[in-house]
T-cell receptor
């Protein structure tokens, strides 16, 4: 089976930095995705990590440690539009399907 | 690139009717498409995986006779909810793999289904 854990809700202040953690336990791990989902909309792709380390893409960065089964998404210079759910998802190599965590609802306050 | 469309975007139907949802990859060929269902304030639950020209693989607990999937071409997959009931009301989202980043799934905008 698989288990993907991330906090249910987080709150942060506009202009600040927030880190959303994700831990996973799964067989056949091939990589980890982060998606952003605004209420009532479909998820949009943010990042995909296969190797250990930090990948930076503008205001968003994603980190992966395969040995620890751990990832985080780092959002800098927070904007009100960043209020959304952030989904951690694992790609299982055996079935080539993505399994989603329950998501973290991030609220940005002025 | 990697645009996925879904049609319709929302549908309201009476209990007992069947509803067909289309998922299209507009600018790439999708070797695999996925169908998800999402209830309010919950995460995406994978329903089935469909490969072009072959039968879909359903997740445990998903009735294949109720949720019919057809992946007739490399750019089109359809999900038919047969004899829909109020408990089938949900947000149905498709995704397609095969775009610029081969491992990444690109999501359609979703279809909101309300069964009365």
């Amino acid at each position: 089976g698989q288990n993907i854990d991330q906090p249910t809700e987080m709150t942060a202040t506009e202009g600040a930095i927030v880190q959303i953690n994700c831990t996973y336990q799964t067989s056949g791990f091939n990589g980890l995705f982060w998606y952003q989902q605004h209420a009532g909309e479909a998820p949009t792709f943010l990042s995909y990590n296969v190797l250990d380390g930090l990948e930076e893409k503008g205001r968003f960065s994603s980190f992966l440690s395969r040995s620890k089964g751990y990832s985080y998404l780092l959002l800098k210079e927070l904007q009100m539009k960043d209020s959304a759910s952030y989904l951690c998802a694992v790609l299982k190599s055996s079935a080539s399907k993505i399994i989603f965590g329950s998501g973290t609802r991030l609220s940005i306050r002025p | 690139g990697a645009v996925v469309s879904q049609h319709p975007s929302w549908v309201i139907c009476k209990s007992g009717t069947s509803v067909k949802i289309e998922c299209r990859s507009l600018d790439f060929q999708a070797t695999t498409m996925f169908w998800y269902r999402q209830f309010p304030k919950q995460s995406l639950m994978l329903m089935a995986t469909s490969n072009e020209g072959s039968k879909a693989t359903y997740e445990q607990g998903v009735e294949k006779d109720k949720f019919l999937i057809n992946h007739a071409s490399l750019t089109l997959s359809t999900l038919t909810v047969t004899s829909a009931h109020p408990e089938d009301s949900s947000f149905y989202i498709c995704s397609a793999r095969g775009g610029p980043q081969q491992e990444t799934q690109y999501f359609g905008p979703g279809t909101r289904l309300l069964v009365l």
